[in-house]
């Protein structure tokens, strides 16, 4: 199609703040062909769900060197076939950038942000071909800078060019044009640089020094040597977004900004900062286990439709698994505190009944239906492959801890998935855990694997956590929002409800119903108004008190429900020991499977 030393050159420049416009020119060398046909990807790796981002395509058009226009034929929602006759020719199209998230594309008065999959098409049978990337500055905003994790960069006064090696490496780096803070430090040779939108007093020192052993901690485990030279935190902060998605050489992450630490705070970390922490060392952990570690289907995906696996309880459980365990590994959380997190994250799945419905393989494989399309009844029906699949990890981790009397752990397991699949990208099978378990380690994990990922029974944690010198507890809530861990009060709920709520200015709002719950046997449904009990008007913490109290068999509830207002029976029951906490039984023995000196 194309000479072999063409060279694909696309041109990004934000051409309206106002407007949310990204304009993007793509210049092609003559070919051999009468049509070129290009396309725009309908999703992007790691977040599986068909997300059409040509829709936000508002204009293309397509030149010839004298500047005559040529045929544009849109034969799909996401494809062009270009009449070329063999000339080269230049497209020029806008895209509309307001969706604030780590997947797509935002423009604002702050900075612009953009991923590969969302502006640069792809031209068809040219996949292999390198690519030259030119970015324009904002020529109003002197203090706008440029970063992505793109090689090979040259810099001028108007612009930077990057050239990636062909389309793919292309769209998986991605684009920062703003206002922000930067911050760069070293591990072992990489060069690891901090971003931050906009201007909010963060101690980004504080943060870089933090992030350091997360760093350190997962290029010991993978070792040398290291797949990346150069890594990008890319944090785009707001008021409220949340949200992190792998690339190769970076990550794009959404988070509040005062969640984090300001200059001049005192050094405890709030639970705001210990989530960004972990979101950061989960993000990271996939540039070896996602990235580079990936399911077969995974390594050459079809952009333009759904690509299914079976193995998201591997790549997004393992990865839960460790982004926690890391901190407390590196010294930035006490085992304490770390046991309070997994107590919440088995929490989550006491109360979910989903679980005994949906296997994690059957989560993972219907990722783009359901788990990416989850309405209010999703915790009844579907199991979230990232919170099972971290505990089958930590599960597996015991297991072989224990049918080898010590001498092999996930660590180990991690480290061959590596060596085996990761350092040449050659793709996993559905059997690659099991296969290396009995290959490397001499252990069957069939059995273990059956009941836990392509059955619907818990991990069978109990049995082995005598061997880490920690017990499994439950206890009712100590509130209605109680996630879970040692609680800080004596106090319990005593009746149980079902519903979770949200305060309004009268009553409260039913978002979600639980199955066998008094909620449910008193017919409440999600988007239910209550708001009344037994003749009192109620908001969460009332409703509770109220229900605590009574002796009666049954309460009285006030409901509006689609304009109409309905008196619904509750049934009293008592709150059910649900909500999970660990007991330290030998601390010696913890530590020793922390790996952390005490």
Same mark, same amino acid.
């Given at each position: ?88 020719? *230049? $497209?020029?199209? %806008?895209?509309?950038?307001?969706? #604030?998230?780590? &997947? !797509? ?7 612009? +942000? ?120 890319? *944090? $785009?902060?707001? %008021?409220?977004?949340?949200?992190? #998605?792998?690339? &190769? !050489? ?7 900004? +005062? ?340």
């Amino acid at each position: 199609m194309f000479q072999d030393k063409s060279v694909l050159q696309y041109t990004l420049s934000v051409h309206s703040v106002e407007e949310h416009l990204f304009r993007v020119t793509l210049d092609l060398p003559t070919h051999d062909t009468d049509f070129l046909e290009l396309t725009l990807p309908a999703w992007i790796p790691g977040s599986y769900m068909i997300r059409d981002f040509a829709r936000n395509i508002v204009r293309l058009r397509a030149e010839d060197n004298e500047g005559k226009l040529v045929d544009v034929a849109k034969t799909d929602k996401q494809t062009w076939l270009v009449q070329t006759n063999g000339t080269a020719i *230049t $497209l020029t199209y %806008d895209i509309y950038a307001f969706d #604030l998230s780590v &997947r !797509s594309a935002f423009i604002n008065d702050e900075y612009a +942000f953009c991923n590969g999959t969302s502006v640069f098409l792809q031209v068809k049978g040219a996949e292999s071909l390198p690519c030259s990337l030119q970015i324009n500055t904002v020529s109003d905003k002197p203090d706008w800078l440029i970063e992505t994790s793109m090689p090979s960069r040259q810099e001028n006064a108007a612009s930077m060019r990057f050239y990636c090696e062909n389309y793919e490496e292309l769209i998986d780096h991605p684009v920062f044009i703003g206002s922000c803070q930067l911050k760069s430090f070293d591990v072992n040779g990489v060069e690891f640089v901090l971003l931050f939108s906009g201007k909010a007093p963060i101690d980004t020192d504080r943060i870089a020094r933090d992030l350091v052993p997360v760093c350190k901690h997962h290029m010991q485990l993978f070792g040398e040597p290291q797949p990346i030279s150069r890594y990008v935190f890319m *944090t $785009l902060l707001s %008021d409220s977004g949340f949200g992190g #998605l792998e690339h &190769r !050489s970076s990550t794009a992450l959404l988070y509040p900004r +005062f969640d984090l630490p300001l200059v001049n705070e005192p050094e405890d970390k709030t639970d705001g900062y210990i989530t960004f922490l972990s979101l950061c060392s989960h993000e990271l952990f996939h540039t070896w286990h996602v990235k580079r570690i990936k399911p077969e289907v995974m390594v050459k995906p079809d952009l333009q439709a759904e690509t299914y696996t079976e193995q998201l309880w591997i790549y997004e459980g393992f990865t839960s698994f460790y982004d926690d365990l890391t901190l407390v590994r590196a010294g930035l959380i006490e085992p304490e505190k770390y046991l309070d997190i997994v107590a919440q994250n088995l929490s989550r799945l006491q109360v979910n009944a989903g679980r005994f419905k949906q296997s994690a393989a059957e989560s993972s494989f219907d990722a783009w239906t359901r788990f990416y399309k989850q309405d209010a009844s999703a915790t009844n029906h579907i199991v979230s492959y990232y919170t099972k699949g971290g505990i089958i990890a930590m599960g597996l981790d015991l297991l072989l801890r224990t049918e080898s009397q010590g001498k092999y752990n996930l660590d180990n397991l991690m480290k061959v998935l590596w060596d085996t699949y990761g350092r040449d990208e050659k793709g996993t099978p559905n059997d690659v855990i099991a296969s290396l378990c009995q290959q490397h380690f001499g252990i069957d994990v069939n059995p273990y694997l059956k009941n836990t990922v392509f059955g619907v029974e818990d991990v069978p944690l109990p049995k082995w956590l005598d061997s880490i010198g920690v017990a499994l507890k439950l206890r009712a809530k100590s509130a209605p929002d109680d996630k879970g861990g040692v609680a800080r009060s004596a106090k319990r709920v005593g009746r149980a409800f079902g519903a979770v709520t949200k305060t309004l200015e009268t009553g409260m709002m039913i978002q979600v119903v639980r199955q066998n719950t008094p909620a449910s046997r008193a017919g409440l449904q999600v988007n239910d108004k209550l708001i009344a009990m037994n003749g009192y008007v109620v908001n969460p913490a009332l409703f509770q008190r109220l229900l605590d109290n009574t002796t009666d068999q049954h309460a009285e509830l006030l409901v509006i429900r689609e304009g109409r207002t309905l008196s619904l029976s509750m049934p009293i029951e008592k709150a059910a020991e649900v909500v999970c906490y660990f007991d330290i039984t030998d601390r010696e023995k913890l530590m020793q499977w922390l790996k952390v000196d005490d």
